[in-house]
């Protein structure tokens, strides 16, 4: 799908009702998942864990950003890298090879880019109110998220990230891709096939 083509049918739903905007990637807080560049189509949808979304930075309100939902309301256990409830399976990771010389992890379905250096803080027990997401920057070391913010209220989301168009910059990104779909998982990984 070309970028006129997300363009236009963004303009399209935005015609029909449906609220709608498009909107650049404006830096790497998302890589490897979303670059600098990337177009991306933002709907007002009902939230689901492990979407992108649009929200007003916590501590920038003239300034939007983007995030990754970890957990909507009620979680409670954080190992300072993803939550972990009972109902959710452990989350296997996989080496999807470096980025800009950083290393990429395929986490469940989304990618993550790894520091070379871990800075990562860590915290335990971290509660997540009813009317409220957790928030996580895929550039887990280089980027602000809820580990400093704490949890977002759920009125800070602007919207959801459905499609995004941009290069195929790394063997794992396609042109464009849609909600929730995940990395393309190359032939050979680090840790073999998949």
Known sequence: MSRRLAV???SLLGAVGIATHTAWVPDAEMAPSLLPGDLVMILDVALREGDIVAVTDPLDPARWTLRRVESIGGAVAYDGRAFRTSNRPKVRVLDMGEHLGRPVYLEGTHLTLGSVETTRLK???VGVPDDSVYLGADDRDGALDSRWWGPVPLAAIRGVVVLRVGSPSTPWRRFW?????PAIIPEISKLGRH
């Not at 891709?177 to 779909?181: A, C, Q, S, T, V």
């Open 177 to 181: 891709g849609g909600r929730g779909e």
């Open 123 to 125: 915290r335990e027990d």
């Open 8 to 10: 236009a049918l963004a």
